[in-house]
């Protein structure tokens, strides 16, 4: 990993904010799924939601190519069990939706631990997700037209939380865990080696603070193995 390099990626971990999220409810076309999260990318969000309806249905390509290698989705089958994980991290809840108890998206502070879920493109979140979640917010419009599209609604609202987020000095400190530092320095400074390990079963080396990586002789004797060859000498 050249210099250069390890600088970008430790520049862009230091302003992750692991505590600002989306949830992408049953959003299913693939423009508006790499639009989101290459928006989540550019922000500075560190993980992204997803319940999918349809199992074939994955964050791939488009214009998120690049952007999801730095991001983890978590994926759920249900829209309860992806809030119940984001309340279990303590995260106010909102949803996107025009109600009467819905309030202006600017009035939310952002600085709280937030996520923020985004509906299905044509009949928005569902019932499940009013329910349980905290707060609608709503984004005002005075045309003929009275929503957004979706990739467009998350940039609008992620970006005022950012704005928030800098004014409070929260992107001024690091707060992704060394863990997961560690993992994006290695997979995204040494790709070749990163698949290496995932295709053979082996644990992810540390990273020195010059990008470079620290192994004992035997995982490098690994690498150059094939798994079956090194998992028949381990046994």
């Not at 600002?20 to 790499?34: D, F, P, Q, R, S």
């Not at 502070?109 to 709503?138: C, H, M, N, R, W």
């Not at 929503?147 to 609604?153: G, P, R, Y």
């Not at 644990?203 to 090194?230: F, H, L």
């Amino acid at each position: 990993m050249t210099p250069e390099r390890l600088q970008r990626i430790n520049a862009m971990l230091d302003q992750r904010q692991p505590d600002l999220t989306v949830c992408m409810e049953g959003v299913h076309k693939t423009h508006n799924l790499a639009a989101v999260v290459r928006t989540a990318d550019a922000i500075g969000v560190s993980d992204v939601h997803a319940v999918w309806k349809n199992e074939q249905m994955r964050v791939s390509g488009g214009s998120a190519a690049g952007s999801q290698n730095w991001i983890d989705v978590h994926s759920y089958t249900k829209t309860e069990d992806a809030i119940a994980q984001l309340k279990a991290q303590n995260m106010q809840v909102l949803v996107t939706n025009l109600s009467d108890t819905a309030v202006d998206f600017r009035e939310i502070d952002y600085t709280k631990p937030t996520a923020i879920i985004l509906g299905q493109e044509k009949f928005g979140a569902s019932e499940t997700a009013l329910t349980l979640a905290d707060q609608d917010i709503v984004i005002p419009m005075v045309g003929m037209v009275q929503s957004l599209n979706v990739s467009v609604a998350c940039s609008v609202v992620l970006y005022e939380a950012q704005r928030q987020r800098q004014a409070a000095g929260l992107y001024n400190t690091p707060r992704i865990s060394e863990e997961r530092r560690q993992r994006f320095l290695f997979e995204g400074g040494h790709p070749i080696f990163a698949q290496a390990c995932q295709r053979k079963g082996l644990p992810y080396p540390q990273i020195d603070e010059n990008g470079q990586i620290i192994a004992s002789d035997q995982w490098w004797q690994k690498m150059q193995m094939t798994k079956e060859t090194w998992q028949d000498l381990d046994s």
